[in-house]
């Protein structure tokens, strides 16, 4: 009898998983299609079916800092990279929101904690670069407004370069006839 309660209970929990999972999905597409008003309605119906869904309150406090709503990015990203701290996307929107906030001591925090982790050379060189104009001081808004959007546009390059990889290597894998079959041992001419 206990057994059908636990059998029941993880029932339930993969419905909800698989909703907030379709949650954070549709949440993504619109994030990354330009729509962050509706990806944050999205992330949020994800959060409320998991409230610890890590890349669910990445994609929010992205969406939150597309939507120039600052401190709640500030917020929801600080939450994630103390629950996540290996996670790059949350650590670089982290530092945009303090950048755009005029908090370059926060900014710089951040960023180094980013250019710990395993980053793809180009992303890593960028953000020594900004890490350099941090330390300078004297920054611009208008300079601001570059860093920002150059990081920005460099995380994106980066992970869409990570996406394409995946899928070349899917179609190669699809494609080579040695991987396409099932395993047959032929015998050997000698034998």
Wanted: with cysteine; hydrophobic share 45%; aromatic share 8%.
């Amino acid at each position: 009898m206990q057994w059908r309660r636990g059998l029941g209970l993880v029932l339930v929990l993969a419905v909800l998983a698989g909703c907030a999972t379709a949650q954070t999905t549709a949440g993504t597409s619109a994030l990354r299609e330009g729509r962050p008003e509706e990806a944050a309605e999205h992330f949020k119906e994800a959060l409320v079916d998991d409230p610890n869904r890590v890349d669910a309150k990445i994609g929010l406090g992205i969406s939150r800092y597309r939507l120039a709503a600052y401190p709640e990015a500030i917020a929801v990203l600080s939450d994630a990279a103390h629950q996540a701290p290996g996670q790059p996307a949350a650590r670089l929107y982290l530092t945009l929101s303090y950048l755009r906030q005029r908090e370059d001591a926060k900014a710089q925090d951040e960023l180094t904690a980013l250019r710990a982790l395993p980053l793809e050379p180009r992303l890593a060189a960028q953000v020594d670069q900004t890490l350099a104009l941090l330390h300078a001081g004297g920054i611009t808004d208008a300079i601001r407004t570059y860093i920002a959007a150059s990081l920005d546009y460099a995380f994106d390059w980066t992970r869409e370069l990570a996406e394409t990889r995946v899928a070349l290597r899917n179609a190669q894998l699809a494609w080579d006839p040695f991987w396409s079959r099932p395993y047959v041992l032929y015998p050997c001419r000698r034998c």
